[in-house]
């Protein structure tokens, strides 16, 4: 399989959602930007595969995933991602299909949550931490405070109860495991660097994932459909399927700096402070 694995917010959705339109190229715009619809020729279809999703883990498991604690559930991993691998062979045939996770490259009670048995390719997008924690405090209903905090928690995990957990650890971790791969192929992307130049990352991309008869025009007719404009469009009409019921809009801005004018100065002086290293590897510069 083929994944996109990143810290939330940090455009995981944006690739999948491109990948979808690459792959379902003959379906126009307006019809693939259908949310409501199931079938194989509309994007809803095509973007729902994960390893968040309870099903597969349940399918393997005799109990339920309430009652199992996250070194339980990562014992079921290995079975849940064959059948997962499975059921996105035999649903579609439209290539590339990315699977969605959130997990970081790393192990839970000596257990490794990934193996290269069904991981082909991962693709890394990246974010700076200053968007990401104005962002991810949206999306989880917390505060700025909180959620920076949390971004520098070692073994900070999201999920649990009726969810599945999923490890992120803090924010420099979760970036050095994926850059650190060594068993897996990974293409490590940063947001900004798709947002300044859309249609040249895409393409490196879609190369890395060996996508079927790649060409510069089919990739601009791609990232053209998802457009975050028209994303906000749709979504104000029919609810977006990964949403919550903590913010207003999913696709809340598309910024690269709007940060500057949503966190505090204290705020973003603790998060260069945790994440300084990284953030000089990546480039992100220091206000």
Request: some cysteine; charged content about 25%.
């Amino acid at each position: 399989m083929q994944f996109v694995a990143s810290y939330p917010k940090s455009g995981n959705t944006w690739i999948r959602l491109v990948s979808a339109a690459y792959a379902l190229q003959d379906v126009t715009a307006a019809d693939f930007m259908n949310f409501t619809e199931d079938d194989e020729t509309r994007v809803s279809n095509v973007i729902r595969f994960g390893d968040g999703t309870k099903y597969y883990y349940q399918a393997v498991s005799p109990y339920p995933i309430r009652a199992l604690n996250f070194s339980a559930q990562a014992r079921l991993r290995p079975a849940a991602m064959l059948l997962l691998e499975r059921e996105m062979a035999e649903t579609t045939t439209q290539r590339p299909i990315l699977a969605k996770s959130h997990h970081l490259n790393g192990n839970v009670d000596d257990i490794n949550l990934w193996n290269p048995a069904w991981t082909d390719r991962v693709v890394n997008p990246v974010r700076d931490p200053r968007e990401v924690c104005c962002s991810f405090a949206d999306h989880m209903g917390n505060s700025l405070e909180k959620t920076a905090e949390q971004m520098n928690e070692e073994k900070f995990t999201i999920g649990g109860g009726e969810n599945l957990f999923h490890l992120l650890g803090t924010w420099s971790q979760h970036i050095k495991g994926w850059l650190s791969a060594k068993e897996i192929p990974v293409h490590t992307v940063r947001y900004e660097d798709m947002k300044a130049n859309p249609v040249g990352e895409f393409y490196k991309i879609f190369d890395f994932l060996e996508a079927p008869n790649l060409t510069v025009e089919r990739v601009e007719a791609a990232v053209e459909k998802t457009r975050f404009e028209r994303l906000q469009k749709v979504e104000s009409e029919h609810e977006f399927p990964e949403s919550t019921e903590h913010q207003d809009s999913f696709f809340r801005s598309g910024k690269t700096d709007g940060w500057k004018g949503e966190l505090p100065l204290r705020l973003v002086r603790k998060i260069e402070k945790d994440h300084g290293d990284m953030m000089n590897a990546l480039g992100y510069k220091y206000l």
